[in-house]
Each structure stands twice: as C-alpha cells, then as structure tokens.
C-alpha cells in the first residue's frame, strides 16, 4: 500500500466559499484524505470551516471581511500575507508534495518547492489572463498585460506536472502556452452522484421546499446554481427569459447563488420578468443536490471559453437535461447530451430553452438517465484521487511519470 504523503495545498482564496475552484479543492482534499493522505490547506483569512479539513489561515486585515469573487485588488496584499505563511510553514513542516491551485499559488509553490525540494504540482483552472480580462478586470491593451501573460506563462512550465480541470484546458497549456505535453494532465472536474442524486429526495420533500421559495406550482422549472455575474451569462439568461415570456408561461426560473443578487433581482423587476424568478441567494454547497433536485432543466450559460464549469456536472449527476452555450468546456462535459445555443446571444439560448421546454417529461427523463451514466462513467472523484496519487508517486520515486491523459483519456 503507498505510504502516507505530507501534502500541502496552496490555496490562494477565500476558502470555503460554496463555489468554482473551492468545490475542486475541497473534494481533491477528501478524496486523498480517503486514500489515507494528510492534507493541509493554507488560505486567505475568510472563509467557512469545513468539519474534517485542515485549514491553516493566513494573517488578516481590519477592513476586508467578505468572500472575493473573481479578480480583486485586495487578492494583492492578501497573497503578499499567504506567501509569508507558506513560507514559515512549509519549512517548518516540511511537505513531500505541494499541490497549487491557481496561478498565485502556483508562485507560491514554485518559490517553496526551491527551498524544500518538495515537488510541485499547479492545479490549473483557467488561464489568468483570460479570466482577468472575463471579470473585466484586465484589458488586453493594458501596458499590464504583456508582464502578467509573460508571468502565466513562467508559472504554466514551473511546475514538475499541471493539473488541468478540463481536456480543452489541456489543449490551451500545449499550444497556447508551449507547456511540454509529458508534463500536463487533464484531471476534470467530477461530481459525488451518490450525494448529487435526485433519488434521494421525495417527491413530497420536493414539493414542501418549492412552497417554502415560492415557486409557482405546475412550471418547469429551470434551475441556475453558482455565481451570479455577466460573465456566467446571467444577464443573457434573464434576457433568455424575457424573450420567452412573450410566447409561453409554462416555466419558473430558479436562480440560485451569490454575489449579485441585488442587482439582478433590480434588473428582473425592470425587465417585468420578476413574477418568472425566484432568486435564494447563496446556497451552501453540502444543500446544492435539494435544492437542483426541484429542477426540470438547468442552465448553465457560462461565457468564458478558457475556465471550468463543474456545475455542469453536479446537474448531469442530477440528472437534469442541460442548456448551454456551445463552448469547448461545455461540449467535453455533456458531449452529445446537451442542448446547445449555437450562439452567444440571448436570443440563441432562449431557443435553446425553449428545445428543452417542448420536450415532455419521458424525453426529459432519458436525457438526463443519459447524463447520469455519463457523469458516473467520466467523472468520479475516487478515480481523480487515485490519478493524483499516481503522479505524486511517480515524482517522489523518479520514475516515469504515467502516460499522461492528454494521450489516453480522450473522453468521448
């Protein structure tokens, strides 16, 4: 049996925050310590406790206590506060493995993996650049640009092996950013189907929960759960919407998650859609399945074409029948079984929408067993842990390192 690994985590946010990247870290973490690893998390100040997860939490400051969603200004003191810690911890506890995630964690690591010999592996999630610029926080014609994708690209080949939450992320380290195919490993994203499974709800318990949020009864419902921004597609989905309420008034819109809510239920009284709505706020990831399990379909309209978009999983594990916009991340997770808006407009997702609704209920209900298997087949964290493990092995020891994914997991 393979000896117990010291495996230290960098983890440059807000954990845990009930969204994107924090899901990741939070089920590699359970699914290694399942293998019988020890796995210490070092992240920024804030952030909600996790029972059974070591979190070590950097120094904090007096005036920023809330969860950071997307790129901010105060990441850059905060990661300035994160190095020092993982550099007084990381030689002080010296770890066999340092496991990044994100590209600031990813300089964290590099700098300790030089001072420990302990080697580096970078949990890439998207491109930094690319995701900046998604959250408007970055211009491609900013003088900045040019030294933050020279940086990108420094870390992209610092590390021993990149992790990769989808195979077309992969694709983007080899040609975009020249990062040797031997060192990169398409790990995707996965789901639990034994917790994210519409079987475990009744249909009572179902029925109780929609009365409680005020969702009208006999709509189809379409449900939405993560961040609420533009570029997860929020504003083209209310506009989805209202496009639709002009022809049919069969279906509610369920959307569900954090940080604009405000905004968004502002933008829905002026649109009039706000009847078609029913926003809940953050909803606390552990009660992510009962609340998917009121869908009939899921949205997932996410923009960005460098990113992951693990929501997409845990609605195929519901088996929801799923609308999205025809983008590689999308495609490579639901393959044949989405449906599809070809274009980036609202007008081409509320046709999309509308496929979904005309369907009847047995045409939904084998499109989303088809999910299901598909989820349970391609993506389980018990495989991801053991692919992981393999690798931190192979490093440790000198071997060869397997036969990376890019090459042999081609998932159809």
Same mark, same amino acid.
């Not at 969204?19 to 804030?46: C, D, F, M, S, W």
């Not at 369920?254 to 829905?268: E, F, H, K, N, T």
């Given at each position: 049996?393979p000896?117990?690994?010291?495996?230290?985590?960098?983890?440059?946010?807000?954990?845990?925050?009930?969204?994107?990247?924090?899901?990741?870290?939070?089920?590699?973490?359970?699914?290694?310590?399942?293998?019988?690893?020890?796995? =210490?998390?070092?992240?920024?100040?804030?952030?909600r406790?996790?029972?059974?997860?070591?979190?070590?939490?950097?120094?904090?400051?007096?005036?920023?206590?809330?969860?950071?969603?997307?790129?901010?200004?105060?990441?850059?003191?905060?990661?300035?506060?994160?190095?020092?810690? !993982?550099l007084?911890h990381?030689?002080?506890?010296? @770890? &066999?493995?340092?496991?990044a995630?994100?590209?600031?964690?990813a300089?964290?690591?590099?700098?300790?993996?030089?001072?420990?010999?302990?080697?580096?592996?970078? &949990?890439?999630q998207?491109?930094?650049?690319?995701?900046?610029? &998604?959250?408007?926080?970055?211009?491609? *014609?900013?003088?900045f640009?040019r030294?933050?994708?020279?940086?990108?690209?420094?870390?992209d080949?610092?590390?021993?092996?990149?992790?990769?939450?989808?195979?077309? #992320? *992969?694709?983007?380290?080899?040609?975009?950013?020249?990062v040797p195919p031997?060192?990169?490993?398409?790990?995707?994203?996965?789901?639990?189907a034994d =917790?994210?499974?519409?079987q475990n709800?009744?249909?009572?318990?179902?029925?109780?929960?929609?009365?409680e949020?005020?969702? @009208?009864?006999?709509?189809?419902?379409?449900?939405?759960?993560?961040?609420?921004?533009t570029? %997860?597609?929020? &504003?083209?989905?209310?506009?989805a919407?209202?496009?639709?309420?002009?022809q049919?008034?069969?279906?509610?819109?369920?959307?569900?998650?954090?940080?604009?809510?405000v905004?968004?239920s502002?933008?829905a009284?002026?649109m009039g859609?706000?009847?078609?709505?029913?926003?809940?706020?953050?909803?606390?990831y552990e009660? #992510?399945?009962?609340?998917?399990?009121?869908?009939?379909?899921?949205?997932?309209?996410?923009?960005?074409?460098?990113?992951? *978009?693990?929501?997409?999983?845990?609605?195929?594990?519901?088996?929801?029948? !799923?609308?999205?916009?025809?983008?590689?991340?999308s495609?490579?997770?639901?393959?044949?079984?989405?449906i599809?808006?070809a274009? =980036?407009?609202s007008?081409?997702l509320?046709?999309?929408?509308r496929?979904?609704?005309?369907?009847?209920?047995?045409?939904?209900?084998?499109?989303? %067993?088809?999910l299901? %298997?598909?989820?349970?087949?391609?993506?389980?964290?018990?495989?991801?842990?053991?692919?992981?493990?393999a690798?931190?092995?192979?490093?440790?020891?000198?071997?060869?390192? @397997?036969?990376?994914?890019?090459?042999?997991a081609?998932?159809?």
């Amino acid at each position: 049996m393979p000896r117990q690994l010291n495996i230290l985590m960098l983890s440059p946010t807000m954990f845990f925050a009930d969204y994107g990247a924090h899901v990741r870290i939070l089920e590699e973490t359970l699914a290694l310590q399942k293998r019988g690893h020890r796995v =210490t998390i070092l992240a920024y100040p804030n952030g909600r406790d996790i029972a059974g997860i070591s979190v070590r939490r950097c120094w904090g400051v007096p005036f920023n206590y809330r969860v950071i969603v997307g790129s901010s200004r105060h990441k850059i003191y905060l990661d300035v506060l994160l190095a020092g810690m !993982t550099l007084l911890h990381g030689l002080r506890h010296r @770890p &066999d493995i340092i496991h990044a995630h994100l590209h600031e964690g990813a300089l964290m690591g590099w700098v300790l993996s030089k001072l420990t010999g302990a080697p580096l592996v970078f &949990d890439f999630q998207g491109s930094l650049t690319s995701e900046m610029i &998604d959250h408007n926080f970055l211009s491609p *014609s900013s003088p900045f640009y040019r030294v933050l994708y020279w940086l990108e690209t420094r870390l992209d080949h610092a590390a021993d092996v990149v992790l990769t939450s989808t195979v077309h #992320a *992969s694709r983007l380290l080899i040609d975009r950013f020249r990062v040797p195919p031997t060192r990169v490993d398409p790990t995707p994203d996965c789901v639990n189907a034994d =917790t994210f499974n519409r079987q475990n709800f009744s249909a009572a318990e179902i029925d109780r929960l929609k009365a409680e949020l005020g969702v @009208p009864p006999g709509k189809k419902v379409i449900v939405y759960l993560g961040v609420l921004t533009t570029y %997860q597609g929020i &504003d083209k989905l209310l506009e989805a919407v209202d496009i639709l309420r002009r022809q049919r008034d069969d279906f509610h819109l369920l959307l569900m998650g954090y940080p604009g809510v405000v905004r968004y239920s502002q933008m829905a009284r002026q649109m009039g859609i706000d009847h078609l709505v029913t926003f809940t706020g953050k909803i606390p990831y552990e009660d #992510a399945p009962r609340y998917l399990a009121l869908g009939d379909l899921a949205a997932a309209p996410k923009l960005s074409a460098t990113e992951g *978009s693990g929501k997409i999983l845990n609605y195929m594990a519901m088996g929801l029948p !799923t609308v999205a916009f025809s983008l590689p991340v999308s495609r490579e997770f639901l393959s044949d079984g989405g449906i599809y808006a070809a274009e =980036t407009t609202s007008h081409s997702l509320a046709d999309a929408l509308r496929r979904a609704l005309d369907m009847t209920a047995e045409e939904r209900t084998r499109l989303g %067993q088809h999910l299901r %298997q598909r989820v349970i087949r391609h993506y389980n964290w018990d495989r991801a842990a053991e692919q992981i493990e393999a690798i931190y092995h192979a490093l440790l020891s000198g071997e060869p390192l @397997p036969v990376l994914a890019v090459r042999k997991a081609r998932i159809p």
